[in-house]
């Protein structure tokens, strides 16, 4: 284990991405801000380990768990290419995909000049 000494407002770097500065010193507590890529989970110690056991503990299947499972859930009805849910929707406005998003607010398109 490498062991450095920091004082307040002081910073180690891990690699290129990962800093750690050391924010407060109060008695015996410190307190510690992070700067790391999102990519990169960060926790406590105690929170990480919490996190390892619910995994395991998810990921352990007993013999008869897939079966108890796939009599709760019963599959949908099946889609046909070319139902409702894949064409677009009709506006005023105008077609729009069914997975476009408009901005709440007026139209940024003048009246009049919407694509059929």
Do not use: C, F, W
């Not at 750690?20 to 380990?49: C, F, M, N, Q, W």
């Not at 290419?81 to 139209?107: E, F, K, L, N, W």
Request: hydrophobic share 35%; aromatic share 2%; no cysteine.
């Amino acid at each position: 284990m490498l062991v450095l000494s920091r004082q307040r407002d002081e910073t180690i770097m891990i690699g290129d991405e990962i800093e750690i500065s050391v924010v407060d010193i109060r008695g015996d507590k410190v307190r510690l801000g992070i700067t790391a890529p999102t990519r990169i989970a960060v926790h406590r110690k105690e929170v990480y380990e919490a996190i390892k056991r619910e995994n395991a503990q998810a990921s352990r299947l007993g013999a008869g768990d897939l079966d108890a499972l796939a009599q709760t859930v019963r599959p949908g009805p099946a889609r046909r290419a070319g139902s409702a849910v894949d064409q677009p929707a009709r506006t005023g406005q105008g077609y729009i995909p069914a997975t476009t998003v408009r901005p709440a607010g007026p139209s940024p398109i003048p009246p009049g000049k919407e694509t059929a």
